[in-house]
C-alpha cells in the first residue's frame, strides 16, 4: 500500500514558477512515481515520470521547462515548473506503482488527491 500526500500549486502569472511536492508512505526498490495533469473534459495526461531505477521522462511540452525529482529518503517527488504558460493551467495528480513506469493512468494504483495549478495574467 502507499498513500500520497501532494502540496504546492496555486496561482501564477505566465512565466512565473511553481513547485509541487508528492510525499508517498512507502517505496519499494523499483518504484514509478508520476506527474499527470488533467483538465476538464480532458483525459488525465503524463507530465513526467520517475523510476527508481531507470531515472527521468518528460512529456514533449513539458520539456526544458519541468524538473522532476525524487529524494528518496524522504519518500517525496517533487516536480520543479518554471516558465509557466496559461496551457499549464490543469489539475495535478501524483501518482505510483511499483515496477516500471507506464504513461498512461490505468497502469497506477495509487493516487493523490489532486492540485490545482492555475496560469493567468
Known amino acids: 500500500q502507499a498513500y500520497l500526500t501532494e502540496s504546492g500549486g496555486g496561482s501564477v502569472q505566465p512565466g512565473g514558477s511553481l513547485r509541487l511536492s508528492c510525499r508517498s508512505s512507502s517505496l519499494s526498490y523499483q518504484t514509478c512515481m508520476v506527474w499527470f495533469r488533467q483538465t476538464p473534459g480532458k483525459e488525465r495526461e503524463v507530465v513526467a515520470t520517475?523510476?527508481?531505477?531507470?531515472?527521468?521522462t518528460y512529456a514533449n511540452a513539458v520539456k526544458g521547462r519541468f524538473t522532476i525529482s525524487l529524494d528518496k529518503p524522504q519518500k517525496t517527488m517533487s516536480l520543479e515548473m518554471n516558465n509557466l504558460r496559461p496551457d499549464d493551467t490543469a489539475k495535478y495528480y501524483c501518482a505510483l506503482r511499483w515496477g516500471v513506469c507506464y504513461t498512461t493512468s490505468d497502469r497506477f494504483n495509487y493516487w493523490g488527491r489532486g492540485t490545482q495549478v492555475t496560469v493567468s495574467a
Open positions: 520517475i523510476n527508481t531505477l531507470t531515472g527521468t
